[in-house]
């Protein structure tokens, strides 16, 4: 290591004594050490260790009146869940101030360009919430690509051709930089966006503006893991965190900061209720019915199989409604059919659902697909996000927590009441033990025979081929999928 040089009282410059030189060396050293270790330290800070940041930055009078105003919203049954709804409300808080920083022309940059068209719509949003926590590490404030430039959002295509189609912006920054840029105004990002520094985890910590590149700007170097590269340095910076939280208090977090729906989509969640004649009080089974062109990762789940569940925690929570999420058309007729003479109405957004997974510009080649306009993306997009709208009032959810989008669902579900939702996942997911942990354990099943709390001990039934009902299970009766 390079030491400074000295100067003696004759003015005579030299190196000193060799115990002098070893003494610098050892000074300079315990430095860095000590700089590496607090990076270190900063990158991979825990969720769990994320109210010490909290505290220290919210005034106590701050946190006790976002306390005190919670609490007012809380019924005296509820009052036992508002430590976790006071915790959630507080990382929030601190992941809104990242994001929202005082000056936008002093702040750090990830800018994330829109995915490919390989990635679907939960997938994205999903993959959103774990840039979100990097650029909270390395704070950083996190722009989307679209609401920069001509670059249009995959999910809609007319104005303004981004996430704000559906969603407030997570950032005011975003309209600031966009305006200094048409006046002239000197701000930190680059004339030209595709000369961004391109993302790379620690390796571009020091870099006051990077991008991750995907779909209008492809990597440099192609390379199709970088997506998973990128995923893979979420799940270290925040393993340790999740020992505490669980991974959907995280993800509730975020779907509150970056996924606030604007006025007018809720607006058309509170017609589609009134068009099925819904009082404001009541609630859903949600149940995703994920299958389109999922055959060609898994097997699908039958449609009896996710009905027998949807109506076994229908009749334990009193419940009288189904919310179906589903891409496929058949699905729709199936699951009103197997629910026919039961009190449970099957409801679902109506459009016209494609033969397939259109949105997936390699199965349409893979499996003859039909190809379609942007009007039906702009279809999909918009009965995707009508559904997280909805799927807020859920008491349970029915499905495969594999699918990102079902992660979605019950994220905003989480957000909205501010506690874990019950989930029966008839089959077990990919990097999802860690989603509700401790107690909360207890509000999820991946066991197709055994609902999830407070409904484990509730009966199901089981599928009668020849009727095609579901009947009151009897004893050595084992459950029937579709033949």
Same mark, same amino acid.
């Given at each position: 290591? =390079?030491?400074?040089?000295?100067?003696?009282?004759? @003015?005579?410059?030299?190196?000193?004594?060799?115990?002098?030189?070893?003494?610098?060396?050892?000074?300079?050293?315990?430095?860095?050490?000590?700089?590496?270790a607090l990076l270190v330290h900063e990158l991979r800070a825990p969720l769990g260790a994320m109210k010490v940041v909290i505290n220290a930055n919210?005034?106590?009078?701050?946190?006790?009146?976002?306390?005190?105003?919670?609490?007012?919203?809380?019924?005296?049954?509820?009052?036992? !869940?508002?430590?976790?709804?006071?915790?959630?409300?507080?990382?929030?808080?601190?992941?809104?101030?990242?994001?929202?920083?005082?000056?936008?022309?002093?702040?750090?940059?990830?800018?994330?360009?829109?995915?490919?068209?390989?990635?679907?719509?939960?997938?994205?949003?999903?993959?959103?919430?774990?840039?979100?926590?990097?650029?909270?590490?390395?704070?950083?404030? +996190?722009?989307?690509?679209?609401?920069?430039?001509?670059?249009?959002? =995959?999910?809609?295509?007319?104005?303004?051709?981004?996430?704000?189609?559906?969603?407030?912006?997570?950032?005011?920054?975003?309209?600031?930089?966009?305006?200094?840029?048409?006046?002239?105004?000197?701000?930190?990002?680059?004339?030209?966006?595709?000369?961004?520094?391109?993302?790379?985890?620690?390796?571009?910590?020091?870099?006051?503006?990077?991008?991750?590149?995907?779909?209008?700007?492809?990597?440099?170097?192609?390379?199709?893991?970088?997506?998973?590269?990128?995923?893979?340095?979420?799940? =270290?910076?925040?393993?340790?965190?999740?020992?505490?939280? @669980?991974?959907?208090?995280?993800?509730?977090?975020?779907?509150?900061?970056?996924?606030?729906?604007?006025?007018?989509?809720?607006?058309?969640?509170?017609?589609?209720?009134?068009?099925?004649?819904?009082?404001?009080?009541?609630?859903?089974?949600?149940?995703?019915?994920?299958?389109?062109?999922?055959?060609?990762?898994?097997?699908?789940?039958?449609?009896?199989?996710?009905?027998?569940?949807?109506?076994?925690?229908?009749?334990?929570?009193?419940?009288?409604?189904?919310?179906?999420?589903?891409?496929?058309?058949?699905?729709?007729?199936?699951?009103?059919?197997?629910?026919?003479?039961?009190?449970?109405?099957?409801?679902?957004?109506?459009?016209?659902?494609?033969?397939?997974?259109?949105?997936?510009?390699?199965?349409?080649?893979?499996?003859?697909?039909?190809?379609?306009?942007?009007?039906?993306?702009?279809?999909?997009?918009?009965?995707?996000? +009508?559904?997280?709208?909805?799927?807020?009032?859920?008491?349970?959810?029915?499905?495969?927590?594999?699918? !990102?989008?079902?992660?979605?669902?019950?994220?905003? !579900?989480?957000?909205?009441?501010?506690?874990?939702?019950?989930?029966?996942?008839?089959?077990?997911?990919?990097?999802?033990?860690?989603?509700?942990?401790?107690?909360?354990?207890?509000?999820?099943?991946?066991?197709?025979?055994?609902?999830?709390?407070?409904? !484990?001990?509730?009966?199901?039934?089981?599928?009668?081929?020849?009727?095609?009902?579901?009947?009151?299970?009897?004893?050595?009766?084992?459950?029937?999928?579709?033949?």
């Open positions: 290591m =390079r030491v400074m040089r000295v100067r003696t009282e004759q @003015g005579r410059g030299h190196w000193g004594s060799g115990g002098t030189q070893w003494i610098t060396r050892a000074v300079w050293f315990v430095t860095w050490a000590l700089v590496v919210i005034p106590d009078t701050e946190a006790d009146a976002m306390t005190a105003a919670h609490q007012s919203t809380q019924s005296s049954q509820e009052r036992s !869940a508002l430590s976790e709804a006071s915790e959630l409300d507080r990382v929030t808080a601190s992941l809104i101030r990242v994001q929202n920083p005082p000056d936008c022309f002093k702040s750090r940059y990830l800018i994330l360009d829109d995915f490919t068209d390989e990635s679907g719509f939960g997938f994205g949003l999903i993959t959103i919430y774990k840039f979100l926590y990097v650029a909270h590490l390395e704070r950083r404030v +996190l722009l989307f690509l679209s609401s920069l430039g001509p670059y249009p959002w =995959r999910w809609c295509h007319r104005p303004p051709r981004s996430m704000a189609c559906f969603f407030e912006e997570s950032s005011y920054c975003a309209e600031e930089l966009k305006f200094a840029n048409t006046t002239g105004r000197k701000h930190p990002l680059p004339p030209r966006l595709e000369d961004a520094v391109e993302w790379n985890g620690a390796s571009t910590l020091s870099e006051p503006v990077v991008i991750f590149r995907q779909r209008h700007m492809p990597p440099r170097r192609p390379n199709r893991r970088a997506l998973y590269r990128a995923w893979q340095y979420f799940e =270290r910076t925040l393993r340790n965190g999740l020992q505490r939280y @669980g991974r959907f208090f995280y993800y509730a977090a975020a779907h509150r900061v970056l996924f606030r729906p604007r006025s007018w989509v809720e607006r058309a969640a509170v017609a589609q209720r009134q068009r099925w004649q819904l009082q404001p009080g009541d609630r859903f089974v949600v149940v995703h019915a994920r299958h389109g062109s999922k055959h060609t990762e898994q097997r699908h789940i039958a449609v009896p199989q996710l009905m027998r569940s949807a109506l076994g925690l229908s009749e334990c929570l009193d419940v009288h409604d189904v919310l179906l999420v589903t891409e496929t058309q058949n699905v729709t007729h199936r699951a009103r059919h197997i629910l026919r003479n039961t009190p449970t109405h099957v409801r679902f957004t109506e459009y016209e659902r494609p033969r397939g997974d259109v949105w997936n510009s390699r199965l349409v080649k893979q499996l003859h697909l039909p190809p379609v306009n942007d009007s039906m993306i702009d279809t999909i997009a918009y009965h995707s996000v +009508l559904n997280v709208v909805l799927a807020r009032d859920a008491v349970a959810f029915v499905g495969t927590i594999q699918s !990102a989008y079902l992660k979605l669902l019950v994220s905003s !579900a989480y957000a909205w009441q501010g506690r874990p939702v019950s989930i029966h996942s008839l089959r077990s997911g990919w990097r999802i033990a860690d989603g509700y942990v401790g107690e909360e354990r207890k509000y999820w099943s991946f066991n197709a025979s055994r609902l999830p709390h407070p409904c !484990a001990d509730a009966p199901l039934r089981v599928y009668d081929p020849r009727s095609q009902w579901l009947v009151p299970e009897t004893r050595g009766h084992p459950p029937k999928n579709d033949p």
